[in-house]
Every structure is written in C-alpha cells, then in structure tokens.
Nanobody
Framework: VQLVESGGGSVQTGGSLRLSCVAS????????MGWFRQIPDKEREGDAG???????SYADSVKGRLTISQDKNNNTLYLHINSLKSEDTAIYFC????????????????????WGQGTQVTVS
C-alpha cells in the first residue's frame, strides 16, 4: 500500500487543521492505520490509531484534541487537530500496520511497515 499525506501548512495557535492520507495499491480496510509526528532530532511518535473496524486509540498527550477517522469508500485516512499549540509543530506521517493485524494502541514505529512521505505542520 502506498500512502500520500496532505493538508499541512502554517496555522495560528488555537486553530484547527485536517490532515488527509490517501492510500493506493490496496484498501485501508485491510490495515490498522496510524498518525505519527516527528520533530527534528526526536524520534517519531504515535498520536492516533484506527483499526479496520473503526475503533480508535490515542496517545495520552493528545487525547481530546485529535480525532482520527477513515473513509473506506475513498481509501482515505484523516486526522483532525483542534486547539493547535506551538508544540504541535512537526512533520506528520500516516502509516499502515501489517495486513489483517490489529494494532490495539501499539504506536511502535516498527509495527508499521508502510509510511507516507509526511506533511509539515507549523503552528505559530
């Protein structure tokens, strides 16, 4: 499966943003999907995950501000971020786990073999 993110950009503090991740080559229904962020010199961190059945999980640090969703008809994953903070400035990546394998809140990078190229979000 190939993944392409979009929707990043420069946003004011307190604003909101929706990131998109379009999948091709396979259907996202076969995978658990996740959103990760990375800032320079730091490891990639998981923010949110969604299983093929629609159940979701979130990192404690972002609960209440982020919403992950998926549109299987359009093979697209979304991340809605509210109340943006300067600390949200990062490159955001979408990722897919192994086919037919639940992630169950596992945000370990090694659990996700498939990655997009990332989209930059800058909050100021």
């Amino acid at each position: 499966v190939q993944l392409v993110e979009s929707g990043g950009g420069s946003v004011q503090t307190g604003g909101s943003l929706r990131l998109s991740c379009v999948a091709s080559g396979d259907t996202i229904g076969r995978y658990c999907m996740g959103w990760f962020r990375q800032i320079p010199d730091k490891e990639r961190e998981g923010d949110a995950g969604i299983e093929s059945d629609g159940s979701t999980s979130y990192a404690d640090s972002v609960k209440g501000r982020l919403t992950i969703s998926q549109d299987k008809n359009n093979n697209t994953l979304y991340l809605h971020i509210n109340s943006l903070k300067s600390e949200d400035t990062a490159i955001y990546f979408c990722a897919a786990g192994r086919p037919y394998t639940a992630c169950r809140g596992d945000f370990a990078v090694k659990s996700y073999p498939y990655w997009g190229q990332g989209t930059q979000v800058t909050v100021s």
